[in-house]
Structures are given as structure tokens and as C-alpha cells.
């Protein structure tokens, strides 16, 4: 249960959880910033994975088109 293998289905599923919530696909760029932006940062993962974060969907998807980031911040108008 480790590894790249284990990563892929994982993170497929995250995206197309974030990506189930828009009637009209955005690209595949939003879709990966929508992931990376809300991942958890942990110390253990520092040089031990790329983004040396702990995957969060249900972060992603509570701010996914809400026009807030996952630090508070007012990004855009909601489904921007």
C-alpha cells in the first residue's frame, strides 16, 4: 500500500471528485491546482514525496469554485 502505484488511484479519484463539480470541465491545469493548493504540508513527507504534502479532498472540494482559496483568501467571483 505504498508508492506510485498506490498515489495514482488515490489522486484520480481526488480528480475527478473536484472535477465532478462542473457542469463544464475546466482544464486539466485548474484541476491540478485545485489539488495541489489544498494539500495538508507534513514534515514527514519532505523529500520523500514531490509535493511533500498529504492529499486533502475534502478540502478541495469545500473551497472547489467557492471563490476562496484554501487559505481564506477571496481569489474570485464563485465558479470563476
Do not use: W
Not at 14 to 20: D, G, H, I, M, R
Not at 33 to 50: D, G, H, M, V, W
Not at 74 to 80: H, L, Q
Amino acid at each position: 500500500m505504498t508508492g506510485t502505484s498506490q498515489a495514482t488511484a488515490f489522486v484520480s479519484g481526488a480528480a475527478a471528485l473536484v472535477l465532478s463539480k462542473y457542469q463544464t470541465p475546466p482544464g486539466y491545469e485548474h484541476i491540478v491546482k485545485a489539488i495541489l493548493s489544498t494539500n495538508i504540508t507534513e514534515p514527514q513527507f519532505i523529500n520523500k514525496t514531490r509535493s511533500e504534502a498529504q492529499l486533502n479532498i475534502y478540502r478541495a472540494l469545500a473551497i472547489e469554485g467557492s471563490g476562496v482559496s484554501a487559505f481564506g483568501q477571496i481569489t474570485s467571483t464563485p465558479n470563476d
